[in-house]
């Protein structure tokens, strides 16, 4: 099944997406630079993972277990 049709899947690569765009920033931010059009979507998913990187770390600390246990 796709990840499109599957709430659990979606969150994971939500949340995988949202970690690699926060530590790519942080070792090359000239990449993120721009903040319109299609790579203005990295730029917002890094930027949530810097701002809110508490509350990233435990929903991928949740689906971590979720993954592994369930």
């Known amino acids: 099944m796709s990840a499109l049709f599957n709430f659990h899947s979606f969150l994971t690569v939500v949340l995988l997406g949202i970690c690699a765009c926060t530590y790519l920033k942080m070792h ?3 990449i993120f630079e721009q903040r319109t059009g299609f790579r203005g979507f990295f730029w917002k998913a890094a930027r949530i993972g ?21």
């Open 28 to 30: 090359f931010p000239a």
């Open 50 to 70: 810097e701002r809110l990187s508490p509350w990233v770390a435990v929903g991928c600390f949740t689906m971590g277990v979720s993954i592994i246990f369930f």
